[in-house]
């Protein structure tokens, strides 16, 4: 069992950047990927990164503006978010797979999942 905790949310303005951190309990490497979920709304795939961090994949709605990266020694993966836009708000929530056996878009590609950080973008 491992456990992911979110954090860095909180409130950007639109065009503005903000940093999306998930720690990972543990020392096994997993693939990594967020969601989101707005109100309403049903949870979306954002982005995916390998486990040996060999391939990343975006949503084409933040393709360009979202970067998903890892940092191996704290066990931590990134998620980068630059030009915030109005449609960005969300609980952002990341993901861990023990083997990723598709793209990493379904969410039933994933074992375990964090409890998610607000995201909200002032215009």
């Known amino acids: 069992q491992v456990q992911l905790v979110e954090s860095g949310g909180g409130l950007v303005q639109a065009g503005d950047s903000l940093r999306l951190s998930c720690a990972a309990s543990?020392?096994?490497?997993?693939?990594m990927g967020w969601f989101r979920q707005a109100p309403g709304k049903e949870r979306e795939f954002v982005a995916v990164i390998s486990r040996a961090d060999i391939r990343t994949y975006y949503a084409d709605s933040v393709k360009g503006r979202f970067t998903i990266s890892r940092d191996t020694a704290k066990n931590t993966v990134y998620l980068q978010m630059n030009s915030a836009k109005p449609e960005d708000p969300a609980v952002y929530y990341c993901?861990?797979?023990?083997?990723?056996?598709?793209?990493?878009?379904?969410?039933?590609?994933?074992?375990?999942w964090g409890q998610g950080t607000q995201v909200t973008v002032s215009s």
């Open positions: 543990g020392r096994t490497r997993y693939a």
């Open positions: 993901a861990a797979a023990i083997i990723l056996s598709r793209t990493g878009e379904r969410m039933d590609d994933y074992d375990y």
